[in-house]
């Protein structure tokens, strides 16, 4: 009882999770992190139709959730092609996440990466045991996909705040880099002020011709 109630809390966690987490990735993060999210956001959602259009038979209510299909409202379909599935997808969207990581030299993605791959080890081992313990590997697989939607939407905030601090670190230079070209100028101009008139020929009074006379010089 206490494990259905761990899962339920989990899952829920999960379905919440989803939309805001991925909401705040694709509106607020850069480019990588808006990849990460519609990438991961898409696999999800996938699955969940996969899952509601296998059996509707044995799950006469749609998923609930874009986090997994459901035969009761506490987490994945209990079928032994979710870990085949799960293992494809996994794999997939790792190797995607490692993409981005170096792509755009992101620690964050890296994380989602490795959070993301952990996956494999949890699929694998639920198919080793003879599909035993559904309820143990739906928990794992429920935290894992609220971990890398937390992570998205982690790295997501930090982009948008490192790009508005840049913004207001580029306007402070602009801005310090006008004045002193206007100061610069300033001081030019006083310099030129100050500075002694050259003397002005003197000009010819009217009516008169100005002659130059050019004497040879004494023998």
């Known amino acids: ?58 799950h006469p209510r749609p998923a609930s959730t874009a986090i ?26 790792s190797c995607f996440f490692l993409y981005l990581a170096i792509r755009y030299a992101s620690l964050w993605l890296a994380a989602a990466m490795i959070i993301q791959a952990s996956e494999l080890y949890f699929a694998r081992l639920y198919i080793d ?9 739906a928990i794992e697989l429920n935290s894992i996909c609220a971990l890398v939607l937390f992570t998205l939407a982690g790295a997501a905030l930090w982009s948008w705040r490192s790009r508005t601090v840049k913004r207001r670190d580029d306007a402070k230079r602009a801005l310090a880099a006008e004045r002193r070209r206007e100061e610069q100028e300033r001081r030019f101009q006083a310099m030129f002020d100050f500075r002694t008139p050259s003397l002005m020929p003197a000009s010819v009074a009217p009516g008169k011709v100005a002659r130059l006379i050019i004497e040879p010089p004494p023998i």
Do not use: Q, W
């Open 129 to 137: 045991s003879d599909f035993a313990n559904f309820n143990v590997y």
């Open 68 to 93: 997994a299909a459901i035969s009761s409202p506490t987490g994945y379909a209990n079928t032994t092609s979710t870990a085949y599935i799960d293992l494809a997808s996994t794999l997939l969207l």
């Open 1 to 58: 009882m206490h494990l259905l109630a761990i899962k339920a809390v989990i899952h829920l966690v999960a379905v919440y999770a989803t939309p805001l987490c991925g909401g705040i990735a694709l509106i607020k993060g850069g480019k990588p992190e808006r990849l990460g999210a519609a990438v991961f956001v898409a696999a999800i959602l996938l699955t969940d139709l996969f899952f509601a259009l296998a059996s509707p038979a044995a």
